[in-house]
């Protein structure tokens, strides 16, 4: 209890003192720890949740992480790609609906050349151009990630999932390595992205340990954007048989972020909505301030299988905005369709131009 005016007033904590909250874990949404997060997600955001269309381009991937249901030696799965045509579409019927960013996500499909995904970002930027592009699409060289960005891409989503070496190791083949992921979020950060990291909660072996390195990442990495959600076992690999990420344990996280973080945009995630039916919800009284509602096409959504029983055909289908848009409404918050950017990103973008010339 001790440290959380601490935290609301200083933003900060050591390892020890997030260590002890953490390890306490009993904190209900009256509780002054949630009342202290929501406070500071209103004091830079209002009550505002963003909208984020996510279209899934591919599930093709060359990684065999543990925990995924699209690892490439997942051979049960019916694979798909998206034309740019076909993505396209996608923004279209998006626009339509109010969405005014798109978030590309997919495996890391290298059917997908930087000039391919040049191809598509510009072409999105010129029949959208009031609007925010996200890519997500895994670990690629420096070079890459800045022909995407002088494209016009604008943000990138690429979850570190842990920050520990040791637990990173028990989640991924040694070919991946935490150091390069690390340094792909450096290098984003640097080019100009709007750069968002993040860890599923629960995942297997992680400890509370791993937990409290996570948030001190964070901390350092200071990314605009924070993804966390529960681990979700998937039928076809190797975690199969684990326990699943505990939903209290997230809400506590996606507080903590929010406290460390305070500018951050965080969305409520479509695992939190899995293992609860009211998680989305929750995930917002533990200050969430983002949706993304899936924009992929509809034949293709339950082949995007990260995990099992992935919500694809509720609340979370773009289809039913005007739906998610009342419940939102229904708890106090306000929907928001706008390009949704980082508050301090303006400002970003101008220090960088002024460095340039
Ligand atoms: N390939 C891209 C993004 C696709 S996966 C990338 O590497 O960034 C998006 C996120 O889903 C992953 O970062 C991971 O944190 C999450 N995820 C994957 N499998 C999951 C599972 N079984 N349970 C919960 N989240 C999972």
Not at 49 to 60: D, K, M, Q, T
Not at 145 to 174: C, I, M, Q
């Amino acid at each position: 209890m001790l440290f959380i005016d601490k935290l609301y007033e200083t933003n900060s904590l050591d390892r020890n003192e997030l260590k002890e909250l953490i390890e306490a874990n009993i904190y209900t949404p009256e509780d002054r720890l949630f009342y202290a997060a929501r406070r500071t997600r209103e004091r830079y955001y209002g009550r505002s949740v963003y909208f984020r269309g996510l279209i899934e381009f591919s599930n093709y991937c060359k990684n065999n992480c543990y925990y995924c249901g699209i690892r490439r030696n997942n051979k049960k799965i019916h694979r798909y790609r998206l034309t740019k045509e076909e993505i396209l579409d996608c923004c279209a019927k998006g626009y339509e609906l109010g969405f005014r960013t798109f978030v590309l996500q997919g495996g890391e499909d290298p059917y997908y050349t930087d000039e391919m995904i040049v191809d598509i970002i510009e072409s999105i930027r010129e029949k959208f151009p009031d609007c925010a592009i996200t890519l997500s699409i895994g670990e690629r060289p420096y070079d890459s990630y800045r022909r995407f960005w002088d494209a016009g891409a604008d943000r990138y989503l690429l979850r570190h999932e842990t920050a520990n070496e040791v637990h990173y190791r028990k989640l991924h083949p040694s070919v991946m390595t935490l150091k390069s992921r690390k340094e792909c979020l450096y290098n984003l950060k640097e080019i100009g992205f709007q750069v968002g990291a993040g860890f599923m909660v629960g995942s297997p072996y992680q400890t509370i340990d791993n937990l409290v390195e996570d948030l001190l990442f964070l901390k350092e990495l200071e990314p605009h954007m924070v993804g966390i959600g529960p681990f979700i076992p998937h039928k076809d690999t190797i975690f199969r048989d684990e326990k699943g990420g505990d939903v209290d344990m997230t809400l506590l996280m996606l507080a903590l972020i929010r406290l460390l973080l305070p500018k951050a945009l965080i969305p409520s995630t479509t695992a939190l909505g899995t293992v609860d039916p009211l998680g989305r919800e929750k995930g917002f009284a533990a200050g969430a301030n983002v949706v993304m509602p899936n924009l992929s096409p509809q034949k293709f959504r339950a082949d995007y299988s990260l995990y099992d029983n992935k919500i694809c055909t509720g609340l979370e289908a773009a289809e039913s905005v005007e739906e998610l848009k009342q419940k939102i409404e229904a708890i106090g918050f306000i929907p928001d369709m706008s390009r949704g950017d980082h508050i301090g990103f303006y400002l970003q973008k101008r220090q960088n131009s002024i460095d340039i010339n």
